[in-house]
């Protein structure tokens, strides 16, 4: 099948080279940015539930962000602080876009909540047309993303220090570093990729055609991703993701195809060369797509609101990787054909059959005392993955953001000299089961839910309805939930639509812990499970709520993902190779590859190593690194997994000795496994450069991991536990061989 397509693409060479070009003018066609989306809101959280009904019941709260202006002499009592912020505001108040601005100065005196204890600094809010979600923040977008930066550099002063804070601001810095990051890795990674490209084949024509192919695959992954961002909110991370993974995969599958029709060129005319290049190395690149594609379709069943639309990005650009691997690379190689060695710089193509002495060495070696060589390489992968046992898992935060980032600085500028106005806030709010509001009966369970919250420790206050002057009694409480609303003085009456609606009614419990803390989410789970019985649903909301359902959500569906890629990838390696154990033990290893780079990125991005180096802040690792890294790398390994023992059996099958065929078949792919891992490596530490943490994360860990399974996996532990289990590499039971007889693609089909 694969060996008449070759012949196929000799005839339609140039039709297949047009059609390939159709996605790179549609990504040219499609706007960027649309609907691109920095949330992770997965519907059926109780957090997320709890702000649906907030946002739906209670008064529309707009859109804000905050300035701290700040002065090195001026207090901010001083009329010229004062005159200096209102000049600044001023082309603020004429647009006709923002509907309020609230200073410290607006009363009779001087707020001192919004002036900090030193004296030389105030903050203002900035209130928008619109309406804002009731919960937002880093991970929640709260406004169109144009709005905040058309406004922002209105407000100038050449007198005072001025900084923005609040999600707004937040999620604008945090996009365009997203965005900047995509342009700077590709930057650097392009260039590098090329060099090495060039020293893998000696060509700088054969060089060139993995990169091109690899940046028309990107090309087409990033159409679908705008075409998909029209329909749907897309993540932010989407683009840099696609990139990663799409320059790595379509620039390892050409490698397999240019490598393999070098070789097959210097014994056979071309139009058979590409035959018996599209009949071995095609099959294998058709069978790799699928083991990295089921890999990424596991991000896809997370469902994990706009985090799934990474898993589809992915395998579609890998889908291209595939596709152009068999249409548009083979097409380029009938239309070069011996040309494709032009611009040789200092090595002849290799010679079918060719086999490097250093892994044919390596592999002897490796097999020659295979317990020697298990043994100690499974204990250090083991070791390796030691620091995944105290991953703590938590939201990304503003330290996310680069330390001269303008809203990062503000909102830390914010947590220091204003803490009363930056309290982590647990949210409390009560569904009833009808519409009546907030009956007399209903004011005495919240008031005894306000007073228990006030006394569970590292609650420092509760604002509530019934909390708005310690002077008012239970009874006039009762009194001004049962008055009608516009009878009730100006502050009474916002508080009740702040806070209460037909439904639903909110308190708020203020606490100082650290918002990703062991003991915010322990006082979360306390409320849950220990509050007084009240006749009404309750949920709890907020950031560190946000939290402990977002990795509440993780732990349940992981397993089920997890299950899926192994059982599909041990699916695909038995159709491939007509073998149980081989697949089996392909998986096991593959585990234990996935172990050492999770312990990479907890020693690395948690513990804080190389944090000065690589320049990041320590943390919590994002809920979902872990899954989309495993989807990602449990493909990927696949990889060179397909590539050498494709070749192994395809060597056995020749000569029925085990032993021969896989020393024969490392011998042969060693070196351009070796390649294929330096340059997809190259692309994903290229990505690691980046200054967003969890594309950090991912280029670093998944680095990490490729040279390891290229080295220490295909080079040690594949030779060795292959040597131990002998002839029973290749067995399955009689049905199965039976079933992969009449199914299996032969190896040649010539």
């Given amino acids: 099948m694969f060996a008449s397509w070759g012949r196929a693409v000799d005839r339609l060479r140039w039709w297949l080279v047009a059609l390939s070009l159709l996605p790179l003018t549609l990504w040219l066609g499609v706007p960027s940015g649309e609907r691109l989306d920095e949330s992770v809101v997965p519907p059926d959280m109780e957090a997320v539930r709890a702000v649906k009904l907030l946002d739906e019941e209670l008064a529309p709260r707009p859109p804000s962000f905050g300035l701290v202006f700040s002065s090195p002499t001026l207090s901010a009592t001083d009329p010229r602080f004062v005159a200096e912020v209102r000049r600044a505001l001023a082309p603020l108040r004429n647009d006709r876009r ?18 900090s204890a030193g004296g030389r600094r105030a903050v203002v809010m900035v209130e928008l047309e619109g309406r804002a979600p009731a919960f937002a923040s880093m991970v929640v977008p709260s406004a169109p993303p144009e709005l905040y930066p058309a406004l922002r ?37 392009l260039p590098l990729v090329l060099v090495f490209l060039v020293v893998v084949f000696g060509s700088v024509v054969a060089a060139a055609l993995p990169l091109a192919v690899g940046l028309l695959g990107v090309a087409a992954g990033m159409a679908v991703t705008g075409i998909l961002a029209r329909v749907m909110p897309v993540s932010a991370y989407a683009a840099n993701v696609v990139s990663m993974i799409g320059l790595g995969v379509a620039i390892d599958y050409s490698l397999f195809v240019v490598s393999r029709h070098r070789e097959e ?18 099959r294998t690149v058709v069978f790799s797509g699928m083991t990295v594609g089921i890999g990424l379709l596991g991000m896809i069943l997370l469902r994990m609101g706009s985090v799934s639309t990474i898993g589809i990005a992915s395998t579609v650009v890998v889908g291209f990787a595939v596709l152009y691997s068999l249409t548009l690379l083979p097409a380029l190689l009938v239309i070069l054909g011996p040309r494709v060695n032009a611009l040789s710089l200092w090595r002849r193509p290799a010679r079918p059959g060719a086999r490097s002495d250093l892994w044919h060495r390596l592999a002897t070696a490796a097999m020659a005392r295979p317990w020697h060589v298990l043994v100690p390489v ?17 939201t990304p935060d503003v330290s996310t953001l680069p330390e001269k980032a303008e809203s990062r600085r503000g909102q830390g500028l914010l947590a220091r000299e204003f803490p009363q106005l930056e309290p982590n806030s647990i949210v409390v709010v009560l569904r009833y089961p009808d519409r009546s509001g907030l009956t007399p009966a209903r004011v005495d369970e919240l008031y005894a839910l306000s007073r228990w919250l006030a006394r569970l420790p590292d609650v420092a206050r509760v604002d509530s309805v019934v909390d708005l002057d310690p002077r008012i009694t239970p009874e006039q ?59 009404a649903e309750v949920l709890v909301t907020g950031r560190t709520a946000y939290d402990v359902d977002f990795v509440a959500l993780v732990s349940r569906v992981a397993p089920g993902a997890v299950a899926f890629v192994l059982a599909a990838t041990f699916v695909a390696l038995f159709l491939l190779l007509g073998s149980v154990l081989l697949p089996l033990k392909a998986v096991v290893m593959n585990c234990l590859s996935v172990t050492a780079s999770y312990g990479a990125l907890v020693w690395i991005f948690q513990d804080g190593h190389f944090k000065d180096w690589l320049g990041f802040t320590p943390g919590p690792i994002e809920p979902v690194i872990p899954l989309i890294m495993f989807c990602v790398l449990f493909g990927l390994s696949m990889d060179y997994e397909v590539l050498l023992l494709s070749r192994t059996h395809e060597e056995f099958e020749r000569t029925r000795d085990n032993d021969r065929a896989v020393v024969a078949s490392l011998a042969a792919t060693g070196r351009l496994i070796t390649g294929a891992a330096l340059i997809m490596a190259t692309v994903f530490f290229g990505f690691g450069a980046a200054r967003a943490v969890m594309i950090k994360e991912m280029g670093i860990g998944m680095g990490i991991a490729i040279v390891m399974d290229a080295t220490v996996i295909r080079a040690l532990l594949v030779p060795a536990t292959m040597r131990l289990l002998g002839d029973w590499n290749w067995w399955a039971p009689r049905p199965l061989k039976r079933l992969w007889e009449r199914l299996r693609l032969p190896a040649r089909a010539l």
């Fill in 98 to 115: 923002v509907a309020r601005i609230r200073t410290p100065w607006d009363g009779p005196a001087p707020d001192a909540r919004a002036i």
């Fill in 153 to 189: 550099t209105k407000v100038r002063s050449d007198a005072l220090e001025i900084l923005p804070f609040g999600p707004m601001a937040l999620n604008h810095d945090f996009t365009e570093m997203v965005r900047d990051d995509l342009r700077r890795a590709e930057l650097v990674v």
């Fill in 265 to 282: 060129l210097v014994a056979h005319p071309p139009a058979q060369a590409l035959a018996r290049t599209l009949a071995t190395a095609g």
């Fill in 378 to 394: 499974v204990l250090v992968l083991v070791v390796l993955g030691l620091p995944f046992r105290h991953i703590h898992l938590g």
């Fill in 477 to 535: 409480y009762r009194q001004m939930a049962a008055a009608p609303r516009e009878m009730l003085p100006p502050p009474l009456r916002e508080a009740f639509e702040r806070m209460v609606g037909p439904r639903v009614t909110m308190l708020v419990a203020q606490t100082p812990l650290a918002v990703d803390s062991q003991e915010a989410r322990a006082l979360v789970k306390t409320i849950r499970r220990e509050h007084p019985p009240v006749a």
